[in-house]
């Protein structure tokens, strides 16, 4: 059984939140991009200093396309985005014309075992404004390190990983699920709010 743990502790690692403190949206977010998934959003963009699950049906269903706004506007401000162990190599030329700046962008090789560790100390050291990473046997403790990690460091977390994982609790600050049938995204958990009832199509 694991250690209690105070709970000034965990507010301060941002595992927990007041239930009664998350009816106003702040704009302390990092815009999306797509001002439906900003608007409900409690911090009307991607969450800095936490963990965000997209949980996928399959690889290449837009996931990228729905970060890309934001690495873009990080990388064009000089700040570093680091990929941790991608399933596949990156193609360069799509990334550069979705506004990627190449001299911005990272890639860290690791094998399966390493590559969690990678994604941790990436997130960790402070040195990237976002690091995406898709963990495939990561639990509930693995991603409480990574969100603790993402708080450390200030910067925004992204695990891919695959939907079945949605039934599994998550200390993920936001989890967003991609619907198949209806090509939207459904936000499952957002921290400090209730999940709007809508999935979402998304578009520029």
Known sequence: MAAAQPLDALLAARTVWHAGRGAQAVDTGEPTGFPALDAVLPERGWPRGALTELLLPADGVGELALL??????????????????PPYVPYAPAWQAAGIDLA???????????ALWAFEQCLRSAACAAAIGWPQTADDR???????AADTGGGCAFALRDRRHAVNAS???LR????????????????????PAMALRLAH
């Open 176 to 195: 967003i699920e991609y619907r198949p049938d209806d090509g939207a995204w459904q936000v499952r958990k957002c921290r400090g709010a209730q999940p």
């Open 171 to 173: 200390p993920a600050a």
């Open 104 to 114: 911005c962008l990272d890639i860290v090789e690791a094998a399966p075992r390493d």
């Open 68 to 85: 890309m706004p934001a690495l873009a506007r990080m990388t064009a401000a000089g700040e570093r985005v680091v990929l941790i162990a």
């Open 142 to 148: 693995l991603l409480r390190r990574l969100q603790v």
